[in-house]
């Protein structure tokens, strides 16, 4: 892709030209003026005076603020002060070409001083800009670390996987960000019916089983094994918390309801999360607390949610309002319990007691960058932001009370101590998570951001108009947290190719140096880069999870190799109309053939009369098997939805050939 061409207001280009020529020094034996010259004549007045205003309004707003430069207005002011600077130095080497300035030169020395102090002022300011505006770029040069090396341990009923499920149909937003009556969350923007089902197979695809309830069985089975070291899935009584991201909602300024469409955690996914608790996991809607701790409950998520889960629990930072909608809704009652590894805090150790006496905890985050240069953030405006990405590993930031003590150990410096691994760990906060998800309906590029197009695979949203309804519509979900904040951070870097806004010369997305300090830390938590002694209850950490990046077709080192490969594996389910894997099962006597036509895949099968999933046996060759044997397989692709089931009995004599199962 090319790169933009530079932004040049309208008339620019005319204005220099038209300057040029009516400055031309034309000689004359009539000193008279010639009626037919009046353009010129007027030129000369009015385009000097029009660049002289344009330097001088650039100058009084630029050299208090640099990053004033971006702003539209000046944006037009400054080509034609340009032109007039340029003007003024091609009219004054003219003027001292003729002798008889020289002597008004020697005269007006002070006033040329002047003038030329002016110039010189413009041209330093406007170099100061380019070197600001260039520094600021420069803080957003983050590339990746060479690809498929993990660092960690993975965790997970499969190991480090995560799941990428997309239907380009559940999401479809105007872009009309501009609208108050038109918004991202609203109930006609997003198919609730679609995000149930992409959270369906998106759980049942992690925990390779063929039931929602079989995987929830799976989830709290496994997390209770690992962490509890009880042998058991959910118990009636256990409370679940759910930290969803409301960053825009209200920012604890008395607002209630959402007044822009910065992105937030959307209405659909929460309840689609909610809805797969009760009815698949037998929570109880009022054992279920859906929160965030620094922000209100925008009243449109309330009121959604309430419509089909009346009795579903929220909880947010500010004390609850009159003003908001009744229901089950609490303000958060603080309590001390964390502690850090590192940092100085004391507010930051703070939650809410209400998630501190929770037995689980679902990390709702969004898929979202934090940080994008002031200077270039033309739609939503605001600072740069603290450090570098969101997801997971930073949602816990809306958990405690006193988040800005932690800011500066977020923003990037280099190898350092992070208070996100102490907040992953801790024992009543991210440690009690049993399940990563990240929103990936919509999005964003920075904390305050509206929703952001995806232009490259496997989105491949358009973006040259950004009023357009194609969006990331996606749901990731993982049982490892380091793992999927890999994932998100590879698919945010991996858009910011190919996505140069025209306007600014500069890509849409930008990721911010050191974004990944956090995963480093995390993944070699019980010997981390930074040398900090991580420890949690007297005991240092382990690694919380695997880190890698993709390779250039989008693998990581489990895709690669699926047994021996001891990073991540990301699975991606395209739910429109793309094509499923497919498998064949044909049957010789008492020897079995399976096939599957779909390159790339991995058959799995069961002589049990069982549903194969891809913790079933692997086919790696033809087998036999006991007349009257019941043999069903599935083929599985790493980019495709799995196959349907191939089932064939053995007969006591014949051959039987199934055909190909979509």
């Given at each position: 892709?090319?790169?933009?061409?530079?932004?040049?207001?309208?008339?620019?280009?005319?204005?220099?030209?038209?300057?040029?020529?009516?400055?031309?020094?034309?000689?004359?034996?009539?000193?008279?003026?010639?009626?037919?010259?009046?353009?010129?004549?007027?030129?000369?007045?009015?385009?000097?005076?029009?660049?002289?205003?344009?330097?001088?309004?650039?100058?009084?707003r630029?050299?208090?603020?640099?990053?004033?430069?971006?702003?539209?207005?000046?944006?037009?002011?400054?080509?034609?002060a340009?032109?007039?600077?340029?003007?003024?130095?091609?009219?004054?080497?003219?003027?001292?070409?003729?002798?008889?300035?020289?002597?008004?030169?020697?005269?007006?020395?002070?006033?040329?001083?002047?003038?030329g102090?002016?110039?010189?002022?413009?041209?330093?300011?406007?170099?100061?800009?380019?070197?600001?505006?260039?520094?600021?770029?420069?803080?957003?040069?983050?590339?990746?670390?060479?690809?498929?090396?993990?660092?960690?341990?993975?965790?997970?009923?499969?190991?480090?996987?995560?799941?990428?499920?997309?239907?380009?149909?559940?999401?479809?937003?105007?872009?009309?960000?501009?609208?108050?009556?038109?918004?991202?969350?609203?109930?006609?923007?997003?198919?609730?019916t679609?995000?149930?089902?992409?959270?369906?197979?998106?759980?049942?695809?992690?925990t390779?089983?063929t039931?929602?309830?079989?995987?929830?069985?799976?989830?709290?089975?496994?997390?209770?094994?690992?962490?509890?070291?009880?042998?058991?899935?959910?118990?009636?009584?256990e409370?679940?918390?759910?930290?969803?991201?409301?960053?825009?909602?209200?920012?604890?300024?008395?607002?209630?309801?959402?007044?822009?469409?910065?992105?937030?955690?959307?209405?659909?996914?929460?309840?689609?999360?909610?809805?797969?608790?009760?009815?698949?996991?037998?929570?109880?809607?009022?054992?279920?607390?859906?929160?965030?701790?620094?922000?209100?409950?925008?009243?449109?998520?309330?009121?959604?949610?309430?419509?089909?889960?009346?009795?579903?629990?929220?909880?947010?930072?500010?004390?609850?309002?009159?003003?908001?909608?009744?229901?089950?809704?609490?303000?958060?009652?603080?309590?001390?319990?964390?502690?850090?590894?590192?940092?100085?805090?004391?507010?930051?150790?703070?939650?809410?007691?209400?998630?501190?006496?929770?037995?689980?905890?679902?990390?709702?985050?969004?898929?979202?960058?934090?940080?994008?240069?002031?200077?270039?953030?033309?739609?939503?405006?605001?600072?740069?932001?603290?450090?570098?990405?969101?997801l997971?590993?930073?949602?816990?930031?809306?958990?405690v009370?006193?988040?800005?003590?932690?800011?500066?150990?977020?923003?990037?410096?280099?190898?350092?101590?992070?208070?996100?691994?102490?907040?992953?760990?801790?024992?009543?906060?991210?440690?009690?998570?049993?399940?990563?998800?990240?929103?990936?309906?919509?999005?964003?590029?920075?904390?305050n951001?509206?929703?952001?197009?995806?232009?490259?695979?496997?989105?491949?949203?358009?973006?040259?108009?950004?009023?357009?309804?194609?969006?990331?519509?996606?749901?990731?979900?993982?049982?490892?947290?380091?793992?999927?904040?890999?994932?998100?951070?590879?698919?945010?870097?991996?858009?910011?190719?190919?996505?140069?806004?025209?306007?600014?010369?500069?890509?849409?997305?930008?990721?911010?140096?050191?974004?990944?300090?956090?995963?480093?830390?995390?993944?070699?938590?019980?010997?981390?880069p930074?040398?900090?002694?991580?420890?949690?209850?007297?005991?240092?950490?382990?690694?919380?999870?695997?880190?890698?990046?993709?390779?250039?077709?989008?693998?990581?080192?489990?895709?690669?190799?699926?047994?021996?490969?001891?990073?991540?594996?990301?699975?991606?389910?395209?739910l429109?109309?793309?094509?499923?894997?497919?498998?064949?099962?044909?049957?010789?006597?008492?020897?079995?053939?399976?096939?599957?036509a779909?390159?790339?895949?991995?058959?799995?099968?069961?002589?049990?009369?069982?549903?194969?999933?891809d913790?079933?046996?692997?086919?790696?060759?033809?087998?036999s098997a006991?007349?009257?044997?019941?043999?069903?397989?599935?083929?599985?692709?790493?980019?495709?939805?799995?196959?349907?089931?191939?089932?064939?009995?053995?007969?006591?004599?014949?051959?039987?050939?199934?055909?190909?199962?979509?």
């Amino acid at each position: 892709m090319q790169p933009a061409a530079p932004f040049t207001p309208p008339g620019v280009r005319g204005l220099e030209n038209y300057m040029r020529q009516g400055t031309r020094c034309t000689c004359s034996s009539n000193s008279g003026t010639n009626p037919g010259s009046w353009r010129k004549i007027l030129a000369r007045v009015w385009a000097p005076f029009l660049g002289f205003a344009a330097l001088l309004w650039f100058l009084i707003r630029v050299v208090p603020k640099p990053s004033r430069a971006s702003y539209p207005c000046q944006r037009v002011a400054f080509p034609i002060a340009s032109a007039f600077i340029l003007w003024l130095a091609g009219s004054l080497a003219s003027a001292f070409a003729f002798l008889r300035l020289r002597e008004w030169a020697r005269r007006s020395r002070y006033a040329v001083v002047a003038i030329g102090a002016a110039a010189a002022l413009a041209v330093g300011v406007w170099f100061q800009h380019s070197l600001s505006s260039q520094a600021a770029v420069n803080g957003f040069t983050w590339t990746p670390e060479a690809a498929n090396h993990p660092i960690g341990v993975a965790r997970g009923i499969n190991p480090g996987r995560v799941v990428l499920a997309r239907d380009p149909l559940a999401a479809h937003w105007s872009g009309n960000y501009t609208s108050s009556l038109d918004n991202w969350w609203d109930a006609a923007a997003t198919d609730q019916t679609r995000v149930d089902t992409m959270l369906s197979l998106a759980l049942r695809k992690l925990t390779s089983t063929t039931t929602d309830a079989n995987a929830w069985n799976a989830i709290f089975g496994y997390y209770n094994r690992t962490h509890r070291s009880l042998n058991r899935g959910y118990q009636a009584g256990e409370i679940i918390a759910i930290k969803i991201n409301l960053n825009n909602s209200g920012a604890m300024t008395g607002g209630t309801e959402k007044l822009t469409n910065a992105i937030d955690a959307s209405p659909q996914t929460v309840l689609a999360v909610v809805d797969q608790l009760v009815k698949n996991a037998g929570v109880p809607a009022e054992d279920i607390i859906v929160y965030d701790a620094r922000r209100y409950i925008y009243g449109d998520m309330l009121r959604y949610v309430w419509a089909s889960q009346p009795n579903a629990r929220f909880l947010q930072g500010p004390p609850v309002l009159s003003s908001q909608t009744p229901g089950p809704l609490e303000s958060a009652n603080f309590s001390k319990v964390l502690t850090f590894s590192g940092g100085s805090y004391n507010l930051a150790r703070y939650i809410p007691a209400q998630i501190e006496t929770a037995t689980y905890l679902v990390n709702l985050a969004l898929l979202k960058a934090h940080a994008y240069p002031a200077q270039y953030s033309t739609m939503e405006g605001g600072g740069d932001g603290v450090t570098g990405i969101t997801l997971c590993g930073k949602n816990h930031f809306g958990s405690v009370e006193g988040t800005s003590e932690m800011h500066d150990d977020a923003r990037p410096h280099g190898v350092h101590y992070d208070p996100r691994v102490d907040l992953a760990a801790a024992p009543t906060l991210g440690a009690k998570t049993i399940l990563f998800l990240l929103d990936a309906l919509y999005g964003g590029r920075k904390y305050n951001s509206f929703p952001i197009h995806l232009p490259n695979p496997p989105f491949n949203n358009p973006v040259s108009v950004y009023e357009n309804s194609k969006w990331p519509s996606s749901i990731l979900a993982s049982l490892d947290g380091v793992a999927i904040d890999s994932v998100g951070l590879d698919i945010l870097y991996s858009n910011s190719k190919n996505n140069v806004d025209p306007n600014t010369g500069v890509a849409r997305i930008l990721i911010e140096n050191n974004a990944d300090n956090y995963l480093h830390e995390m993944a070699m938590a019980s010997n981390p880069p930074s040398g900090t002694v991580y420890a949690q209850g007297g005991k240092r950490l382990p690694s919380l999870g695997v880190h890698e990046h993709w390779n250039s077709a989008r693998q990581y080192s489990r895709n690669l190799d699926h047994i021996y490969g001891t990073g991540i594996e990301l699975d991606y389910l395209p739910l429109d109309q793309s094509p499923t894997a497919k498998s064949a099962i044909s049957i010789s006597g008492t020897t079995v053939h399976i096939s599957t036509a779909t390159s790339n895949s991995r058959i799995f099968y069961t002589v049990n009369g069982a549903t194969p999933t891809d913790h079933s046996t692997l086919y790696t060759a033809p087998f036999s098997a006991a007349a009257g044997t019941t043999v069903k397989a599935i083929a599985v692709n790493d980019n495709l939805r799995d196959s349907g089931v191939a089932t064939a009995k053995i007969p006591v004599a014949n051959t039987a050939v199934l055909a190909e199962r979509p």
